[in-house]
């Protein structure tokens, strides 16, 4: 099946810790994103990619970081700067045009305990 | 800045109701506007994406429509069914080259049986 996998599906990271989410997708699309939902909330960008070994800064990029060393991947690390990491996380693709569908992963939700 | 605000943030129907969900945004220099449904702790799935050029994109029972002049999109439900509740988000991809898009806060939708 083509897709978008992510995963854990849920993560507890005690204060100061960093973690790693997991972002694959086998859809061949050139583009990736990350985003966050806070309850109630839309989506805000965090990291994009455009295509491998490079990406940009969206919107709320302080305190993560992430990864393009494969097509396929783009891991998502949450840092000890991150001040208020509680959320739940979506990566998402779409081909190269900016005028396509883009194609979400299940998410994963990241607790701080 | 793009702004994307969805009106209203909730909404009850019963079955068998058409209904409308709003979304305005503030920059009308868009490349295209998606819809999308979220169903509680999952991701997004792509419902319609309408192109800047176009002016509605129709799916079985789902019915979008973009003015962009005005910085508006409706997405209209027929016949509304039990299995339509969700949160229904729409997110317009910027005049960049980047694909980023901005997100509304959502409308979650409740059919009652």
């Known amino acids: 099946d083509g897709g978008i996998t992510q995963s854990p599906k849920y993560l507890f990271r005690k204060e100061g810790q960093n973690v790693t989410l997991s972002c694959e997708q086998n859809l061949n699309h050139d583009a990736m994103y990350w985003y966050r939902q806070d309850p109630g909330q839309g989506l805000r960008l965090i990291y994009y990619?455009?295509?491998?070994?490079?990406?940009q800064k969206g919107d709320i990029a302080e305190g993560y970081s992430v990864s393009r060393e494969k097509k396929e991947s783009f891991p998502l690390t949450v840092t000890s700067a991150q001040k208020n990491p509680t959320a739940f996380y979506l990566c998402a693709s779409r081909t190269s045009g900016r005028s396509d569908t883009q194609y979400f992963g299940p998410g994963t939700r990241l607790t701080v305990l | 800045k793009q702004e994307v605000t969805q009106i209203p943030a909730a909404l009850s129907v019963p079955e068998g109701e058409n209904l409308v969900l709003n979304c305005s945004f503030t920059?009308?220099?868009?490349?295209?506007l998606q819809w999308f449904r979220q169903d509680p702790g999952k991701g997004l799935t792509s419902l319609l994406l309408?192109?800047?050029?176009?002016r509605e994109q129709t799916s079985g029972r789902l019915n979008a429509s973009l003015d962009k002049s005005s910085g508006r999109s409706t997405l209209y439900i027929a016949a509304s069914q039990p299995g339509d509740s969700a949160t229904y988000l729409c997110a317009v991809v910027r005049g960049t080259n980047a694909g980023k898009s901005t997100f509304g806060d959502g409308t979650t939708l409740t059919v009652k049986p």
């Open positions: 920059d009308s220099a868009i490349y295209n």
């Open positions: 990619s455009q295509i491998v070994n490079d990406f």
């Open positions: 309408i192109q800047s050029s176009q």
